[in-house]
């Protein structure tokens, strides 16, 4: 059973034209967290940008560096050509050294039509960190406040943190019963990652009806772990299929990595910053390698993964210097591990196929 079969799975212009239709905005949001609920209580609908691969990228190199990765130098080439014309505002988390270069760049620089929003995270999910990030929560409400012309309530706000909740728990399962649902992991992919741009009560509907048709049956495979940034060339997936392969989980920066708990606090600033520090364990966050490498330990014993592939963009510093650590501690721990990296711009090289392919003959 494919994606194709099961569901319908909008287009993003799509999605993005009915709902400016309606009255609403559209956010472009680079990675990788932010608060969606406080984007969808204003009637903006946030957009994610990963990139996207197939632009002119010698918009973005003429202003960026060389070594800055792809994600990067493509939104910026994207926001140039016009491709994010339809957005009223963007925001770029300061994810890691390139993104906040990109906010600068647009903020003062190249600033384009829309207005430009920076968002901070806290490094580390200290009690000061959650304190930290509710204020700003809190100040990212009053500049949407002036672009949008509305004040949402708190009750409006929590309103939407539970519709995201309710989505975020469907995420949850669909990720852990993924093994029983019939998707190849191409189209598995495509449909998580409507996250990125359906409502939450979208999603939810999706979401829903893959249960409710009770897709089940049990995959074939070799299991094995992705972790990286984005899927991105998503032929990658189609490969991994092709050489009798499955992915059983993720630590996709796009997907694994936001699975977002439940919130407790009251307050509707306090309870997005406790989802968002609760998450899996990241390096944009600021932890600690041991706890991705536990992180990892727990998903391969929970899913009997018989080797992890760290599928990295390239000059992605970030993930490059959690990297070795990883593969050693996983290797100490028996775990096979390959690194592949490529340019989201260019598709799955021979040479990266030739290495997955030897990878899987290793762990078969």
């Known amino acids: 059973m494919t994606a194709e079969n099961a569901v319908l799975i909008p287009r993003r212009s799509e999605v993005a034209s009915a709902f400016k239709q309606q009255g609403g905005l559209v956010a472009a949001v680079l990675p990788i967290h932010y608060p969606r609920a406080l984007l969808l209580a204003f009637n903006i609908l946030p957009m994610e940008v990963w990139g996207p691969p197939r632009v002119d990228v010698s918009l973005g190199s003429a202003h960026l560096q060389p070594y800055v990765c792809s994600v990067v130098r ?55 960190g959650e304190v930290f990030f509710a204020e700003e929560l809190r100040f990212l409400y009053q500049r949407l406040e002036e672009i949008a012309g509305i004040s949402p309530s708190n009750e409006t706000i929590m309103k ?9 728990e469907l995420l949850a ?56 940034i984005v899927p991105e060339p998503m032929g990658l997936l189609k490969t991994i299929s092709e050489f009798g392969a499955r992915v059983v989980a993720d630590d996709l920066a796009c997907c694994g990595r936001r699975l977002y708990p439940a919130g407790r606090s009251e307050d509707p600033f306090f309870r997005m910053a406790e989802r968002i520090l609760g998450g899996p364990p990241d390096w944009c966050r600021g932890s600690p390698i041991q706890d991705r490498l536990d992180h990892l330990h727990r998903m391969i014993d929970a899913t009997d993964a018989r080797g992890v592939i760290f599928y990295n963009v390239k000059f992605c510093e970030p993930e490059l210097f959690d990297l070795p650590d990883l593969r050693q501690g996983l290797g100490d721990l028996g775990v096979p591990t390959v690194s592949i990296e490529v340019d989201i711009s260019d598709p799955l090289s021979s040479q990266a196929t030739t290495r997955i392919e030897a990878f899987f003959e290793m762990i078969r």
């Open 160 to 168: 939407s943190i539970q519709w995201e909740e309710v989505a975020d």
């Open 173 to 228: 399962r669909l990720h852990k019963q993924r093994g029983r649902l019939q998707f190849k992991d191409h189209d598995f992919y495509r449909l998580i990652r409507t996250r990125e741009y359906l409502p939450a009560e979208d999603f939810i509907d999706i979401a829903q009806s893959i249960f409710d048709a009770d897709y089940e049956g049990q995959q074939e495979g070799i299991p094995i772990i992705l972790s990286g």
């Open 74 to 128: 493509n939104a910026l080439s994207f926001i140039l050509g016009g491709g994010l014309d339809v957005a009223d505002l963007i925001m770029v988390p300061h994810a890691c050294d390139s993104l906040q270069g990109l906010g600068s760049i647009l903020l003062d620089f190249l600033p384009p039509k829309q207005p430009v929003i920076p968002f901070y995270l806290p490094r580390g999910g200290s009690q000061q």
